[in-house]
């Protein structure tokens, strides 16, 4: 499930810097604009501390996490939705990803010109958020206009459904909502997906803020954020690119007492990439043995053949039952054999709904 995070925001906010520390990559970070010209796009594994506690008991001679894919997309600026800057192209980037990363400047350095002349996260943020909204307008008006005359001149009620989901969304953007916040049934909300509309996608607030103030719990600005996040519905998480990209380069011996000294428990970036995970609505089960422990991901709400397709699709197209328990009851037990003599290991068929942190084994016949 090859899913994208796009990191967007105005220059010189911290993004490339940011997605170097995620990633451990060498995007270039420059205080001038336009730095970032092609998205940058890197692999990394979303940290799980089930992991390491479920190899605690089950020794394999391999483990496997799972991964995401974020993209570093080069600075947004006013006008971006006309083709300021460079807009067009970078908005083409966003469009592909599934989710947003959209970092917001909360800190004041004289040394690193901000493109506003002055630091405001909320003017920042609706810089960005008008440029995404114009453009998906844009491309709306083009399709309703088109579909509009199909949908009069033929009897096809999906393409009927198509039009009526386009002008509901037409109507929302034109009153400056975003698509996310149209109302859609079941049948209609694939129309909305099939748009891949800027707007409609989710939207995590990064505040980046200085090493004082991510220490102290941040400052007047990221209340400010997170007042207007929890208006939109959408999540903020506390980061300090610069810290990180230091964590980032440190030996593991050495994190540790830097993070004790910045009074947080593990890197920011954790959390990040754990956030931005639960952004997308996925999930994680494990298979579990003695070749290896292996993290898979899923949707939220996804039946036991499709998880079983996730490994390879044979397993869901022979899928006979799924054998499963918690790794919660592994941690209390200690074996798998304790497991099932407490009762808690279990035989599942087509309906059961994978949660969260099952350990599972397919049964298959193809």
């Known amino acids: 499930m090859a899913l994208q995070v796009g990191i967007v925001g105005l220059p010189n906010v911290g993004k490339s810097t940011l ?11 420059a205080n001038y604009p336009f730095c970032t010209i092609d998205p940058n796009v890197g692999v990394v594994t979303v940290p799980d501390p089930r992991m390491d506690k479920i190899t605690g008991f089950i020794k394999p001679q391999k483990v496997i996490p799972t991964t995401m894919e974020f993209v570093d997309i080069a600075g947004i600026v006013k006008g971006a939705s006309q083709g300021e800057g460079l807009g067009n192209q970078f908005l083409s980037h966003i469009r592909q990803t599934d989710a947003i990363v959209h970092v917001v400047r909360c800190f004041d350095d004289p040394n690193i010109v901000h493109v506003s002349g002055s630091v405001d996260p ?9 440029e995404l909204l114009l453009a998906d307008l844009d491309s709306v008006d083009k399709k309703f206009a088109r579909i509009e005359k199909m949908a009069k001149n033929t009897t096809d009620k999906k393409l009927k459904m198509e039009a009526e989901v386009t002008k509901k969304v037409k109507e929302a953007l034109g009153q400056g909502l975003p698509a996310r916040a149209v109302t859609l049934d079941d049948n209609e909300a694939p129309f909305l997906r099939d748009m891949h509309l800027l707007t409609a996608k989710p939207v995590l607030y990064a505040m ?30 506390l980061i300090c690119s610069a810290m990180e990209a230091e964590i980032s380069l440190l030996p593991p011996e050495e994190r540790k007492e830097f993070l004790e000294a910045m009074n947080a428990e593990e890197p920011g970036l954790n959390r990040l990439i754990r956030e931005a995970y639960a952004l997308l609505g996925l999930q994680t089960y494990f298979t579990a043995g003695e070749k290896e422990v292996r993290a898979w991901t899923i949707r939220a709400g996804t039946k036991a053949p499709q998880a079983a397709g996730v490994i390879h699709t044979d397993f869901e197209k022979g899928f006979i039952r799924a054998e499963t328990y918690h790794c919660e009851d592994l941690f209390s037990y200690k074996s798998e054999q304790a497991v099932k003599e407490a009762g808690k290991y279990r035989l599942e068929g087509k309906e059961y709904v994978v949660k969260d942190g099952d350990i599972l084994f397919f049964r298959f016949n193809v």
Do not use: Q, Y
Request: charged share 30%.
């Open 19 to 29: 997605f170097n520390a995620l990633t451990s990559a060498k995007a270039e970070a």
């Open 208 to 237: 980046n803020v200085s090493d004082t103030d991510f220490a102290n719990g941040g400052n007047d600005w990221t209340k400010a954020v997170e007042k207007r996040a929890a208006e939109e519905n959408n999540k903020t998480i």
């Open 122 to 130: 909320i003017r920042d943020i609706e810089i960005i958020n008008t």
